[in-house]
């Protein structure tokens, strides 16, 4: 008796439509991570002016200078955090990208995603 995946294997449609749901999805999670990183960096475009502002108006050692270096510094986390999961959603997206071009030149299941393993892992940034 055949196994799922050896019934998967020998239908090359149901993989191309299995990958293009996983590109589509994949699409939307970065385009919502774009849109994610695009607030968080206005946000802190606007921080970051807030502070030098503060900084020529009372000087570096000035409270609220001191104060809006922290929220600048706390905001800039997130950003950094953001960009690094989008590199890695990216470079899945690239994968599943390259998966289906694999199936459209009749690459086997079991090689799906070879040769990809060293690009995701390099866009995971040490996490």
């Known amino acids: ?32 991570l774009t849109n994610e990183l695009h607030s968080l960096m206005q946000r802190l475009d606007q921080l970051i002016l807030r502070t030098l502002i503060y900084r020529n108006t009372y000087g570096a050692g000035g409270t609220e200078t001191m104060a809006a270096e922290t929220d600048t510094e706390e905001a800039s986390k997130p950003v950094t955090e953001v960009t690094r999961q989008l590199e890695r959603e990216r470079a899945m997206l690239k994968t599943y990208r390259d998966a289906l071009a694999q199936i459209t030149s009749g690459a086997p299941l079991e090689d799906l995603g070879k040769g990809s393993r060293r690009e995701v892992a390099g866009a995971g940034g040490g996490s």
């Open 1 to 32: 008796m055949a196994t799922y995946m050896d019934v998967l294997a020998e239908d090359k449609e149901r993989m191309r439509r299995g990958l293009e749901g996983l590109i589509q999805e994949q699409e939307q999670r970065v385009g919502e």
